[in-house]
């Protein structure tokens, strides 16, 4: 069996290819629940012993990822001469990192912020499942036809 799908297939990926996965990149979206709706923020993450840290400072973020709800956060990538994409998502609850031990391991971890500012607190999401999936890419011409792109006649 190969890892490249065929064009109408998606493969589920087992957590080991997951977690090779997310070390292969270092950018993804932290979806957090805030006072009465969901948002996301893109974060740069690690892998760290089967768990996600980033880095966050004051703010929306970090006062989200101290709520009583779980989060989760989703990477994605395709390689441009296959056309194949991937796509993980890690489900958890998160934690500042704060005893002594922790915070002088998070300083060992390659992470670094894309955006200055400070971000001195480290938060580690803990999953609760971690899913996956691989697919080929549609080219546009297999989808996009022209009347899409066709003026609408008006709904009255």
């Known amino acids: 069996m190969t890892n490249k799908p065929t064009p109408t297939e998606t493969q589920n990926l087992p957590i080991h290819e997951c977690w090779a996965l997310l070390r292969g990149v270092s950018v993804g979206r932290l979806a957090v629940w805030v006072t009465d709706h969901p948002d996301i923020f893109p974060i740069n993450y690690t892998v760290d012993h089967g768990t996600v840290v980033f880095r966050t400072g004051t703010g929306t973020k970090l006062a989200a990822v101290h709520g009583d ?18 796509s993980v998502v890690v489900k958890g609850s998160s934690e500042t990192l704060s ?3 922790d915070l002088l391991d998070s300083f060992s971890l390659r ?8 971000k001195d607190t480290f938060v580690r999401i803990s999953p609760t499942e971690v899913t996956g999936r691989r697919f080929r890419v549609t080219p546009p011409a297999e989808w996009w036809t022209a009347q899409a792109n066709a003026p609408k006649a008006s709904p009255e």
Do not use: R, Y
């Open 69 to 86: 709800h779980p989060v989760a956060m989703e990477a994605d990538g395709v390689d441009a001469d296959t056309g194949i994409a991937w």
């Open 99 to 101: 005893s002594t031990e």
């Open 111 to 118: 992470l670094f912020p894309w955006q200055s500012g400070h």
